[in-house]
């Protein structure tokens, strides 16, 4: 039953969604990409068939994907696998970076995850079966990198809209896990990807310094490898009971860990004044 199954991928032209749609589609699978420029995916994957579906679409633009999500299931005959993969990295910080770039990344990020979520739940909620795979980052869990706060922050929102969704849509047989990829040896932080503020502020030398440390030492040595994540969140679309949490990749649960300290710290610390406003 498992060669069944209907994905639709976000964001497949490049990274982690372009060796997801890869490895399923090299597993029999059947698959409806998107991309907000098809021709990437028809000269990667070749042109629509049986088991392939290139859509040209834009993720900000909720008839578009409406359209998108319709194109899929009038293809397929159905949807079962949704994974909210598009998104980009906005690098500054929280006051350098304009409202236009700010919201910008909210758009992408945030809201088309949205778009497709609210388009495809007619689908699963009637077949009452189905997985949502939002796809966050470690940087949604722990947002202590200065000049990433707007990147973590709709990374943040997508953990937290995941939650809500899990509860929401379980009744109807649907599972939905927020997923929070570590680094991986994708293009995520190429110059063609990550953007970075268009008007910096030299006095923030952390930002700086981050900003550089990732676009160009940890770019291109990232410790994990895209195709084993594709086939990690295949193995979870085959679980009866898909977490809601999942870490993927190696180093992210000291991650994990040292948010879990740094807030059990304070807590404790500041415990006194915390109960101070009881009745």
């Known amino acids: 039953m498992e060669t069944n199954k209907v994905w639709f991928v976000t964001g497949a032209s490049k990274g982690l969604g372009f060796e997801l749609v890869r490895k399923l589609l090299s597993e029999g699978l059947r698959v409806a990409a998107t991309s907000r420029s098809v021709g990437s995916l028809v000269s990667s994957f070749g042109e629509a068939s049986e088991n392939f579906l290139p859509l040209d679409m834009d993720i900000t633009d909720n008839s578009d994907v409406q359209s998108?999500?319709?194109?899929?299931?009038?293809?397929f005959g159905k949807v079962d696998v949704i994974v909210n993969n598009a998104g980009y990295g906005q690098l500054g910080t929280l006051e350098e970076l304009t409202d236009e770039e700010a919201k910008a990344n909210f758009e992408v990020n945030v809201f088309g995850s949205l778009n497709v979520i609210r388009n495809a739940m007619p689908y699963l909620r009637e077949q009452r079966s189905g997985n949502i795979f939002n796809i966050s980052s470690i940087g949604g869990y722990a947002g202590n990198f200065p000049g990433w706060?707007?990147?973590?922050?709709?990374?943040?929102?997508?953990a937290g809209f995941t939650e809500a969704l899990a509860e929401e849509i379980l009744p109807f047989g649907v599972y939905a896990t927020v997923v929070y990829p570590g680094y991986f040896r994708t293009d995520f932080l190429t110059q063609?990807?990550?953007k970075?503020?268009?008007?910096?502020?030299?006095?923030?030398?952390?930002?700086?310094n981050s900003e550089q440390a990732h676009l160009n030492e940890i770019n291109g040595n990232q410790p994990n490898d895209p195709v084993k994540a594709a086939e990690a969140l295949i193995a979870l679309s085959k679980e009866d009971h898909p977490p809601?949490?999942?870490?993927?990749?190696?180093?992210?649960?000291e991650f994990l860990?040292?948010?879990i300290d740094a807030i059990t710290k304070d807590a404790k610390a500041w415990e006194n004044l915390t109960v101070s406003t009881a009745i």
């Open 149 to 158: 706060g707007i990147y973590c922050s709709t990374k943040f929102a997508v």
């Open 244 to 253: 809601v949490h999942f870490l993927l990749g190696i180093e992210t649960q």
């Open 257 to 259: 860990n040292n948010k």
């Open 192 to 194: 063609e990807s990550a």
């Open 196 to 208: 970075t503020p268009a008007h910096a502020i030299e006095a923030y030398e952390s930002a700086r």
């Open 68 to 75: 998108s999500v319709a194109k899929t299931v009038e293809h």
